[in-house]
């Protein structure tokens, strides 16, 4: 926010990423029947106070949008993050998950240009952007 105030104008949370889930490892395991029972569909956790200014529910589908693009997911309105940050879990985007996970993939939302100097590894961390109910 302090360093990007006209990005944050339109993309006013931090976005965080690698919220990971019991029954996955890493972008493995998210169609398998069994294991997708633990959570079946990727969330984006956003607190109570973000989720109302927004009009959104717990569970509602969302976007979660960046400058680079956007991602789908559902909301989970929790107080387990601070207000105006969401988490949201890695993983998702392979053609191979199931139908809700497909489109859930974080490296949509993230800087490509934004990368560690030595290793290239990209930032996925305190990036910033919105998140809309879909239609």
Not at 97 to 115: I, K, M, V
């Amino acid at each position: 926010p302090l360093g990007s105030p006209e990005i944050y104008a339109e993309y006013p949370l931090v976005f965080n990423s690698g919220a990971r889930i019991q029954s996955a490892f890493r972008s493995q395991h998210l169609n398998i029947p069994g294991l997708l029972k633990l959570q079946p569909k990727p969330v984006v956790m956003i607190h109570p106070k973000d989720a109302h200014a927004r009009g959104i529910r717990n569970m509602d589908r969302v976007w979660v949008a960046s400058p680079r693009g956007r991602a789908g997911f559902w909301a989970k309105v929790t107080e387990d993050v601070m207000t105006g940050q969401v988490e949201v879990n890695v993983g998702g985007g392979s053609p191979i998950h199931s139908t809700p996970w497909r489109n859930a993939n974080p490296n949509y939302l993230t800087d490509f240009e934004n990368r560690d100097p030595i290793s290239g590894f990209p930032v996925y961390k305190a990036l910033l952007c919105e998140v809309k109910k879909r239609d």
